[in-house]
């Protein structure tokens, strides 16, 4: 087979992408790389060809940190199923070749293949990376091909009562993309940040994903009384609602659960067939930074998707200071 890798536009990008049939997420719809390259990045569009059939796509950015230079490919590349191994080989091959091109240190993949595909990656010299996180590996996800009182079926018993009472509870949800929305999300997100010690998104990266995706992303709040209480962001696309990023302030009542109920079934509404929790902790790992959120996710069913772990293509001796930093991170954050 002859594949030819070679640069497409964003309405070849996008019409591949609302057409693939397997696993997906906005990170390789055009609007997300008009994000980044607003933010000052390098976004790269490619597209897989076998002779003029397009079979595959691949959406990175450039990114340069004092650590190193390097190509990150979020959530991709997307390959038809019935090319999969030998374009996936080839692609990575010429993915190297890219980075090169590019005066990288070295290139990363953060895909979403069953880690039965590391023997692919490792017969091209691909390896395992150092990070604990770059794009989630283990989501979990809720079909929604199935009717409101199905999906409330499915819910964990304490999850079902705490929807059921929303409404008894006085709890009002709004939704929008404005700068008001914002405001309501950005004050509960600071408050979050004080509360559990993370490092934030910056502001303006919410601000540009506003601005480019429009209506594909709503900020969705519940209030009580005036007062607002839980926030999240979601993006959508033809396919899936993604939980994006979420706030709180405390409540005894349902407020959290409100608002993702409400964002489910906006997703609904638009026809999507998930709604795509992002990341979350196994089960066992209770003492994971995320395992309070993943019950709170798990809780409103679905299933645990599993992906291979990032991999790196180091192309130059500086790669290693960024495998030292990336180790010593991790090991920091004991994960």
């Not at 994000?35 to 397009?54: H, M, P, S, W």
């Not at 692919?120 to 079909?143: C, D, I, M, Q």
């Not at 010690?197 to 519940?222: A, N, Y």
Request: hydrophobic letters at 35%; aromatic letters at 14%.
């Amino acid at each position: 087979m002859h594949f030819v890798l070679k640069p497409i536009n964003e309405k070849t990008q996008d019409d591949f992408y609302d057409a693939f049939v397997g696993e997906k997420t906005y990170l390789q719809g055009a609007k997300y790389g008009s994000v980044r390259q607003a933010l000052g990045e390098k976004n790269i569009r490619r597209g897989l060809f076998l002779g003029d059939q397009l079979i595959g796509i691949a959406q990175f950015q450039k990114i340069s940190a004092r650590r190193g230079v390097y190509l990150h490919l979020p959530h991709g590349p997307l390959i038809e199923s019935q090319y999969l191994e030998p374009a996936l080989k080839f692609f990575l091959e010429a993915y190297q070749s890219f980075g090169k091109q590019e005066e990288c240190d070295f290139v990363r993949v953060s895909s979403l293949f069953d880690p039965a595909h590391q023997s692919v990656f490792s017969e091209v010299g691909y390896r395992s990376a150092p990070v604990h996180l770059v794009n989630p590996e283990k989501t979990w996800v809720l079909n929604l091909q199935s009717a409101k009182e199905d999906l409330l079926a499915q819910m964990k018993k304490s999850t079902r009562y705490e929807v059921k009472r929303i409404e008894k509870c006085g709890i009002e949800v709004s939704q929008g993309n404005s700068a008001e929305h914002l405001d309501i999300f950005w004050a509960l997100h600071l408050e979050t940040v004080r509360r559990q010690g993370f490092v934030p998104f910056p502001r303006s990266m919410t601000e540009k994903e506003l601005d480019v995706f429009g209506e594909d992303v709503q900020i969705f709040s519940s209030s009580i009384d005036q007062k607002n209480y839980s926030s999240s962001i979601i993006v959508f696309d033809k396919n899936a609602g993604y939980y994006h990023q979420g706030a709180s302030s405390y409540s005894k009542l349902p407020v959290a659960h409100a608002t993702i109920w409400s964002a489910i079934c906006e997703a609904k509404s638009r026809g999507c067939l998930e709604f795509n929790f992002w990341g979350v902790c196994g089960d066992d790992e209770k003492k994971h930074p995320w395992y309070g959120l993943s019950r709170f996710k798990k809780g409103f069913g679905g299933e645990e998707r599993n992906y291979l772990h990032v991999q790196d293509f180091p192309l130059r001796k500086k790669y290693w200071l960024n495998w030292f930093i990336e180790k010593w991170r991790k090991w920091k954050k004991k994960l």
